[in-house]
């Protein structure tokens, strides 16, 4: 895409001028400077899933992360011993899918949309490029991952339950 129209779809596309918006308003991107919303815009696909219909299954490769803008999104987990534990539901603003950025290992939920849902994938190649093009883009969103992941392994030591699944 040439220079001139890269900057005509910034500043005059109305959708990515709302998913710009949109991606600034989340805490994961908020330490991105306006050009580099605009980059990571362009790296997003956007899709729309109905009711009931999967995301991904408990099992799949890992390719992308997701981010909610509208709808909402069911994960379930299977548990140990068979069965599922309780669901755990998703709003507008949440992602989810984080560890695909990471490792391309199988996902350990099934997601599901519980009403029409407006998601961004982030595709992990789509996350290398933009650390390759614009590294700053890239380490961001990978500083913000890692100090949820420490945060989350930091509850997982403290609250034993939490390992349990219950």
């Known amino acids: 895409m040439s220079a001139l129209k890269s ?10 001028s709302r998913k710009k918006q949109f991606l600034r308003s989340l805490d994961l991107f908020k330490d991105l400077r306006d050009r580099e919303l605009g980059y ?3 790296s997003l696909h956007s899709r729309t899933y109905r009711e009931g219909e999967v995301v991904f299954v408990s099992g799949d490769i890992g390719r992308a992360l997701f981010v909610l803008e509208s709808g909402a999104v069911e994960l379930t987990f ?6 599922a ?8 603003g949440d992602f ?17 949309a519980t009403e029409k849902t407006y998601l961004h994938l982030l ?3 789509k996350l290398d490029a933009l650390l390759q093009a614009e590294p700053r883009i890239g380490v961001s969103i990978m500083s913000h991952l890692a100090r949820l992941l420490s945060a989350r392994l930091r509850r997982l030591n403290t609250d034993p339950t939490v390992a349990a699944g219950k």
Do not use: N, Q
Request: positive net charge.
């Open 40 to 42: 990571l815009v362009s």
């Open 85 to 92: 534990r309780a669901p755990y539901r998703l709003k507008p």
């Open 96 to 112: 989810f899918g984080e560890m695909a950025l990471l490792e391309s290992l199988p996902r350990t939920a099934t997601a599901t």
């Open 123 to 125: 595709y992990k190649s």
């Open 78 to 83: 299977p548990a140990s011993g068979g069965g």
């Open 7 to 16: 900057l005509r779809r910034w500043f005059i596309d109305p959708r990515f």
